[in-house]
């Protein structure tokens, strides 16, 4: 390696939206995730009930969350790792749960 830690461009932690958050950005883009989540969880409803709803109860449980970090967390870097953590959550949680209605979905009867 070739220089400190924090010099390095590529890291997650490096980047701006993480150094200096935007917090109605981040807003933004969770709440159009959870948004699209939500909406295709709805259509899933009567296919998985069960796993249309946890997702549902989790796209709303990471949104508030990141909503409370907004208007609570400690401003800088700090907040802006906290809100790119809860996002990865909240994307692999969306995917993780269609796979699965998508595998209940196809599955035999």
């Known amino acids: ?3 400190p830690r ?4 590529t890291r997650v932690t490096n980047q701006k939206a993480v150094q200096d958050p935007n917090r109605k950005l ?3 883009a969770s709440g159009l995730l959870a948004l699209i989540s939500i909406v295709l969880f709805a259509f899933s409803i009567p296919i998985v009930a069960a796993w249309a709803w946890i997702g549902i109860a989790f796209q709303v ?3 508030a969350a990141l909503l409370v970090n907004a ?4 401003r800088g870097s700090y907040q802006g790792y906290i809100f790119a953590v809860l996002m990865c959550v909240q994307a692999a949680v969306a995917l993780l749960v269609m796979v699965i ?3 209940a979905a196809w599955a035999p009867a």
């Open 1 to 3: 390696m070739t220089g």
């Open 6 to 9: 924090h010099a390095d461009p």
């Open 26 to 28: 981040w807003l933004l």
């Open 61 to 63: 449980a990471i949104f």
């Open 71 to 74: 208007l609570t967390g400690r």
């Open 101 to 103: 209605i998508a595998i």
